[in-house]
């Protein structure tokens, strides 16, 4: 970034009105024959009408893209955009303004020098606003333009996320939010939405609380990863009410400090309802809070849209055809076993076929199902609720998890007597499928007999797109890919992400699943029978020729989806420990 850039560009009353930016806004958008003049006059009117900005009106309605926009605000009032990402910022220049003036004003200083303070913003509106700043902050103003996620993003992590909610809005006071009179329920609440919202646009699946002797520390779980966020300063003076907060909405006891209570609550964010099931421990500083975000309305995967191979997807689509049967999806808590027995209901999901569900929660809405919740307050378990399911004439039944020796049993005598059977098992990989069944008190002789096959899953995040760079590898690691996938991983460029502001500076967006698919033959329901273990019964399905998912990984690295790191982190097997 050049000096200039850096100064951003001088105001002091120099820049064109909202009123002239919005008109030469319009007639670029007009010469440029991005929008008709008719679009130009309906969305200024619109605007005017809204009393809201002409520049966010055209990103909102989708009549402009944000980056055109600020190109052409740019253009007109001479001010630099420039990426956040290239900006130091100091703790000197962020303590220019409290927190109730960046949340009131939507800005963030990013220098001072010479008696002017450059600010950042992603709005005409803000421009408009520029006297009130200069008295606000005491020092002439200079701007520069970036992002809304960048404005989002370096608010969040400098002053704390939620600070709207409790900084209040005035337009004054100190930068901490410690030290003020008591928060009236309402900021509490209020703080406690404005996180889950984030969290929501964070793509987190959970939301921690935790409180410790003098403060809160707040995470997300991202791509299965825990994820620290900031929180306002002098936020965990109310952490009591925050936890009291989340029990309100959750409808448990405010009262009970001692005991761990479970609830869940339904809320809105962007047009999704969302259900958010909620945990409450009591720690050593006081209560933890735990809250996990469904979004029972996310669109359902198909099963070609979930990553198998080609051989893996077809292997798949004979298992779920089969008339009769248990087929069991394995892997941790949070590695998409849910997502993948729906894909495979979904293909399956026909007029002719009576398919019912029992599950806790219910994570997806699927028409033309039959979808029970357990309820363990009124003894309706996995167990008893399977019995009544098979006495309703199902053709296909998903049972969410077997976590029990009577679920197990059920499972098995209910796949030998005519019906298709989906159900999940925590186990590390396919082959300890069958032994965790027999641990359970199931006899060898019924698992080989009713189990068709295996699907074990991991997921692990995606190399950022936008930032991802090649590495060096080790010979030794390049050894061991070569000798697990072939030959062409010495010659093949592997890639780690080093981190921006589209992944959130973590070198990740998103994640992909690795996969390994058993079907039972003649030898592996021999060696079951036998009561061989798990680690002989994973030596003949490898024979048989079986991807281990560590294999399917390796695969991915080198097609640039996912990084070496990723791979060890998640997958069993030799070289866990390696850095590039």
């Known amino acids: 970034m050049t000096t200039h850039e850096y100064m951003g560009a001088v105001g002091g009353g120099r820049l064109p009105g909202e009123a002239a930016i919005t008109r030469q806004m319009g007639e670029h958008l007009v010469a440029r ?200 300063q002098g936020v965990g003076t109310y952490s009591r009410a925050i936890v009291s907060s989340i ?71 004979g298992l779920i055809r089969y008339p009769h049967g248990l087929v069991l999806y394995t892997g941790a808590t949070g590695s998409g076993k849910t997502t993948s027995l729906y894909a495979s209901l979904a293909k399956i999901n026909t007029d002719e076929r009576k398919i019912i569900t029992i599950e806790d929660p219910v994570e997806y809405r699927m028409a033309g199902v039959t979808q029970l919740q357990v309820n363990q307050d009124i003894d309706f378990t996995f167990a008893s609720g399977l019995r009544s399911v098979l006495r309703h004439d199902p053709d296909v039944v998903l049972i969410g998890e077997i976590r029990d020796d009577e679920t197990a049993r059920i499972a098995i005598s209910a796949a030998m007597t005519g019906h298709l059977v989906f159900s999940t098992l925590h186990t590390n990989d396919s082959a300890s499928a069958a032994t965790r069944l027999i641990e359970m008190g199931v006899p060898p002789y019924l698992v080989a007999s009713s189990v068709e096959g295996v699907i074990a899953q991991q997921l692990v995040r995606r190399v950022c797109p936008s930032c991802r760079q090649p590495v060096e590898v080790e010979s030794a690691l390049i050894d061991q890919i070569a000798g697990a996938v072939g030959e062409g991983a010495r010659t093949t460029a592997m890639y780690r992400g080093v981190g921006c502001p589209d992944c959130r500076f973590t070198g990740y967006h998103g994640r992909l699943g690795l996969f390994e698919v058993i079907t039972l033959d003649d030898a592996l329901r021999a060696m079951i029978v036998a009561h061989a273990p798990s680690g002989e019964l994973m030596k003949q399905a490898i024979q048989s020729g079986l991807l281990t998912l560590r294999q399917c990984g390796w695969l991915r690295v080198m097609d640039g989806s996912t990084s070496i790191d990723e791979v060890l982190r998640v997958t069993s097997g030799p070289g866990r420990h390696w850095h590039a």
């Open 33 to 232: 024959e991005l929008l008709t003049a008719e679009q130009v006059e309906q969305a200024q009117h619109r605007a005017r009408w809204l009393k809201e900005p002409f520049d966010r009106l055209l990103i909102r309605d989708g009549l402009a893209e944000e980056s055109l926009v600020l190109e052409l605000l740019s253009e007109i009032a001479g001010i630099p955009v420039v990426s956040m990402a290239r900006v130091e910022i100091n703790t000197t220049t962020t303590e220019i303004a409290s927190v109730r003036v960046i949340s009131s004003y939507r800005v963030v200083p990013v220098r001072l020098y010479g008696g002017a303070v450059t600010l950042a913003t992603d709005s005409l509106a803000e421009l408009e606003r520029e006297e009130e700043l200069r008295l606000v902050l005491g020092h002439s103003i200079r701007w520069v333009l970036c992002r809304s996620q960048e404005i989002s993003e370096c608010i969040k992590h400098y002053y704390g996320v939620g600070i709207q909610a409790l900084a209040g809005p005035e337009v004054s006071g100190s930068r901490s939010v410690r030290g003020g009179t008591e928060r009236e329920p309402h900021d509490i609440s209020a703080f406690v939405d404005a996180i889950i919202r984030d969290a929501v646009a964070s793509e987190a699946t959970d939301v921690h609380f935790e409180p410790s002797e003098t403060d809160m520390r707040l995470r997300y779980r991202i791509d299965g990863v825990m994820t620290s966020v900031p929180l306002p």
């Open 247 to 317: 029990k309100v909405m959750a409808q448990l006891n405010i009262a009970e400090k001692r005991l761990p209570q479970d609830g869940r609550f339904g809320i809105e964010v962007d047009g999704r309802s969302l259900d958010i099931r909620v945990s409450i421990l009591p720690a050593q500083h006081g209560e933890a809070a735990n809250l996990r975000i469904l979004n029972r309305e996310s669109l359902l995967l198909q099963l070609d849209q979930l990553g198998y191979s080609p051989e893996q997807l077809e292997t798949i689509q």
